[in-house]
């Protein structure tokens, strides 16, 4: 369907990402614009005209000076998950660390035993209602791990699950098989690790060549020495990596991604201001998960010192039932802004144009000519409110590769 939005305020990042530095936070930014979308595409922006001429066009959008920006890309989430974790969250509220309920066999490995216990169509379900919220928020692009599953079996089930609800929803999912996550108690750890390298990586390698391969480098999870077993392996079967690293301890995960060209590090509250400058020169792009620090402990990223050095940073929700019960990435860009350095513009450029770029995606993340039609039509006609106002609804539209899939308030 041809779309013509017009009179909108275009906001958007100079291109496809990763935009870094100081790129970052110099968007382009048109304050009357039409927007025309054909084919899915967007095929030219151009200076809003009152009179200009609609023929031909299926349906015409009236924007009357609101901001449209490309839609939301979070690059990070565990949604493929069974059950909950109320009962320790009320035990972080009386004093309870994360860690302590994961020593107790709580934590990610409550997720798994209910992972286990569930059906693959289950979950596919479980996805599937999660992709539609995330819509219709104004996420377009979606990343979802395994990583609840610990064996071969289980980590293709969540795999398979997540590709089934995918191939339903209205926008693009991008998979990860986060193999090293937590040890699997029931094994030692070094019969743990040599199953996930030897077993369940050959495995996820069969069924879903170059899916990329993440790891949870963390105390009481992988260690280092045992992470880069694993994501050197991965890379040499042509898997792009991906890690979890300095969430609670710095143990030296920035410079194995960096050693090992990982496409992204992820968390990031424990890097000190040198690491995270260090990082930049890189190439890797750093995530930060401010949802997590809201939800747990009050630690945030800093991207600042990134930034500033050049490099480039993300920002995704990280969702999952433990540590980030939500999927909102206005909450996330809102937390980004108040939490971890960044400015509204880059909180922007972190959430779209980078976020793409971690996921893969040169085609969207940005408005221009040429780009897939991934949009989202603000209620303001200011950006900063999106970041601004907590807890409000700010998206009066979604739009996915042309089509029109939340309207309201238009």
């Known amino acids: 369907m041809s779309v013509l939005i017009r009179d909108c305020r275009v906001v958007t990042p100079n291109g496809p990402g990763p935009q870094r530095g100081k790129a970052m936070g110099e968007l382009e930014v048109m304050p009357r614009a ?51 974790r109320l009962e320790e969250w009320e035990r972080r509220l009386r004093g309870a660390t994360y860690q302590e309920i994961l020593a107790s ?24 209602e999660r992709l539609a919220s995330m819509l219709a928020g104004g996420t377009t692009a ?46 030692s750890p070094s019969e743990y690790v040599r199953r996930t390298i030897h077993e369940t990586l050959p495995a996820i390698h069969a069924e879903f060549p170059g899916i990329a391969v993440d790891a949870f480098l963390e105390a009481g999870a992988w260690s280092l020495a045992d992470t880069r077993k694993l994501l050197s392996a991965a890379r040499g079967l042509g898997h792009p990596v991906r890690l979890h690293a300095d969430q609670f301890t710095s143990m030296g995960g920035v410079a194995l991604a960096a050693e090992l060209g990982a496409v992204s590090v992820d968390h990031l509250e424990a ?17 930060a998960l401010p949802i997590c620090g809201l939800h747990l402990d009050n630690r945030y990223a800093n991207l600042r010192p990134l930034i500033d050095a050049g490099g480039a940073g993300a920002v995704a929700t990280n969702f999952n039932p433990g540590s980030a019960p939500s999927h909102s990435m206005p909450l996330a ?17 972190a959430t779209t144009a ?21 949009l989202v039509l603000l209620t303001h006609a200011d950006e ?15 739009m996915s590769a042309g089509e029109i899939l939340r309207e309201s308030c238009a």
């Open 271 to 287: 890097s000190s201001p040198d690491t995270l400058a260090s990082l930049a020169g890189s190439g890797v792009i750093g995530v």
């Open 142 to 187: 979606v990343e979802i791990k395994s990583g609840y599953g610990l064996t071969a079996a289980d980590e293709l089930k969540m795999l398979r699950a997540s590709a089934a609800a995918a191939a339903e929803w209205a926008g693009t999912v991008r998979l990860t098989a986060l193999l090293g996550h937590a040890m699997d108690p029931a094994v």
């Open 34 to 84: 039409d927007v025309w979308i054909e084919g899915g595409v967007i095929a030219r922006v151009r200076s809003h005209e009152p009179g200009a001429a609609s023929a031909g066009v299926a349906r015409v959008i009236e924007a009357r000076g609101r901001v449209l920006m490309p839609g939301f890309v979070d690059c990070h989430t565990h949604a493929c998950f069974a059950g909950d």
């Open 384 to 398: 900063r409110r999106l970041w601004h106002d907590l807890g409000a609804d700010a998206v009066a539209m979604v």
């Open 333 to 349: 860009g809102a937390l980004a802004v108040r939490r971890c350095g960044l400015t509204p513009a880059e909180a922007i450029t």
């Open 105 to 128: 066999g709580g934590g990610i490995m409550a997720t798994v035993r209910a992972v286990r216990g569930a059906s693959e169509g289950t979950l596919r379900e479980f996805v599937a």
């Open 354 to 374: 980078n976020a793409a770029a971690v996921l893969g995606f040169m085609d969207r993340g940005f408005i221009a000519a040429g780009a897939r039609a991934d």
